[in-house]
């Protein structure tokens, strides 16, 4: 698979741009708050680099990247739902790519989780920040006789999953009622984890609704020790504040799951795309180090043997965590 096929170069290119104004308009910087370590919270940190206005650090202890100072919930909470970038994302990056993620990330996801979790086929799954439901269509197909509800706040992806005939919790995850804990055998995010302003609390509502003795929690986001991210580091388009805050990696995410009470299941890997993404980076004119720049002329099947050693090693960015409630 290369970045092509699930997102334009180009979009991604405008909409970093746009993400960059918007932080001039919404945010004020007087108000950002310093916060310790989201894995292991310690203060013990290292000051890495400065983009758009926002200091990087890396955690001593655990090796977790993450934005500090970083916004107030209510600062994200306008950025998300005022945004002009939020908007130009839904509609130019995430929309004309939809069938095309369906296929190469969606249809697998919901296979692999077939796969895996036979006896789950007709529980009550949750997949939080559902977006266009894709996901949960996919699963459809496979668990006709599961309760498959997405939760999503925003009003332009409820109205999507109700015309797909989903069942819908319409509001932020973390207003979730008490009276709705200890409701789901299955929860699901993907790529929400870096955009979290409290990663632990994200846990923890997520660790008091799902049932105990057996909820499980799926869900996917950034390795900040990943392959491509260490090489481009600061350019990296995916190190784009204030949209990902936090780049745990496979020690630090086992860490704060653990500490919410959480048995860690499985850690791994998966990505598919770090090469591309690095080469990529050389032909926009970032420089990758005399190394990399050497396979960049190297055939495809060397660069696919890399890929595939990078994903087995646990070294890419994308990173996928199962983890079940004690």
Same mark, same amino acid.
Not at 95 to 118: D, G, L, S, W, Y
Not at 128 to 133: L, V
Not at 279 to 303: F, H, P
């Given at each position: 698979?290369?970045?092509?096929?699930?997102?334009?170069?180009?979009?991604?290119?405008?909409?970093?741009?746009?993400?960059?104004?918007? !932080?001039?308009?919404?945010?004020?910087?007087?108000?950002?708050?310093?916060?310790?370590?989201?894995?292991?919270?310690?203060?013990?940190?290292?000051?890495?680099?400065?983009?758009?206005?926002?200091?990087?650090?890396?955690?001593?202890?655990?090796?977790?990247?993450?934005?500090?100072?970083?916004?107030?919930?209510?600062?994200?909470?306008?950025?998300?739902?005022?945004?002009?970038?939020?908007?130009?994302?839904?509609?130019?990056?995430?929309?004309?790519?939809?069938?095309?993620?369906?296929?190469?990330?969606?249809?697998?996801?919901?296979?692999? !989780?077939?796969?895996?979790?036979?006896?789950?086929?007709?529980?009550?799954?949750?997949?939080?920040?559902?977006?266009?439901?894709?996901?949960?269509?996919?699963?459809?197909?496979?668990?006709?006789?599961?309760?498959?509800?997405?939760?999503?706040?925003?009003?332009?992806?409820?109205?999507?999953?109700?015309?797909?005939?989903?069942?819908?919790?319409?509001?932020?995850?973390?207003?979730?009622?008490?009276?709705?804990?200890?409701?789901?055998?299955?929860?699901?995010?993907?790529?929400?984890?870096?955009?979290?302003?409290?990663?632990?609390?994200?846990?923890?509502?997520?660790?008091?609704?799902?049932?105990?003795?057996?909820?499980?929690?799926?869900?996917?986001?950034l390795n900040g020790q990943?392959?491509?991210?260490?090489?481009?580091?600061?350019?990296?388009?995916?190190?784009?504040?204030p949209v990902h805050l936090?780049?745990?990696?496979?020690?630090?995410?086992?860490?704060?799951?653990?500490?919410?009470?959480?048995? !860690?299941?499985?850690?791994?890997?998966?990505?598919?795309?770090?090469?591309?993404?690095?080469?990529?980076?050389?032909?926009?004119?970032?420089?990758i180090g005399r190394l990399?720049?050497?396979?960049?002329?190297?055939?495809?099947?060397?660069?696919?043997?890399?890929?595939?050693?990078?994903?087995?090693?646990?070294?890419?960015?994308?990173?996928?965590?199962?983890?079940?409630?004690?």
């Amino acid at each position: 698979m290369k970045e092509s096929d699930i997102r334009d170069q180009k979009v991604f290119e405008e909409y970093i741009k746009l993400v960059k104004k918007d !932080v001039e308009s919404i945010f004020d910087s007087k108000q950002y708050e310093f916060v310790s370590c989201p894995a292991c919270m310690s203060e013990d940190t290292h000051n890495e680099f400065r983009k758009n206005g926002f200091q990087y650090v890396t955690c001593r202890n655990c090796g977790t990247l993450y934005c500090n100072p970083r916004p107030t919930v209510e600062q994200l909470n306008d950025f998300y739902s005022k945004s002009v970038s939020g908007s130009f994302f839904t509609e130019h990056f995430f929309k004309p790519f939809a069938e095309a993620r369906r296929e190469k990330i969606f249809r697998p996801r919901a296979e692999e !989780v077939f796969m895996k979790f036979p006896e789950y086929n007709k529980k009550k799954i949750g997949d939080i920040g559902a977006g266009y439901g894709i996901f949960l269509e996919e699963l459809k197909k496979k668990w006709n006789k599961a309760e498959l509800v997405a939760i999503e706040s925003s009003e332009d992806m409820i109205k999507i999953c109700k015309e797909k005939n989903l069942s819908v919790i319409p509001k932020m995850f973390e207003d979730i009622e008490v009276c709705e804990q200890e409701q789901f055998d299955m929860l699901f995010s993907f790529e929400l984890f870096e955009h979290l302003s409290n990663p632990k609390a994200f846990l923890d509502k997520c660790y008091s609704i799902l049932r105990t003795g057996g909820g499980y929690l799926v869900m996917t986001t950034l390795n900040g020790q990943g392959f491509d991210i260490q090489i481009l580091w600061e350019n990296h388009k995916n190190v784009n504040p204030p949209v990902h805050l936090n780049f745990f990696n496979i020690y630090s995410i086992k860490l704060l799951l653990e500490k919410c009470g959480f048995e !860690v299941v499985e850690v791994k890997t998966p990505g598919r795309i770090d090469w591309d993404i690095v080469e990529q980076a050389k032909k926009d004119g970032i420089s990758i180090g005399r190394l990399w720049e050497q396979v960049v002329n190297l055939d495809n099947k060397v660069k696919s043997e890399l890929q595939k050693w990078i994903s087995e090693s646990k070294l890419s960015s994308h990173m996928q965590v199962i983890a079940r409630k004690r």
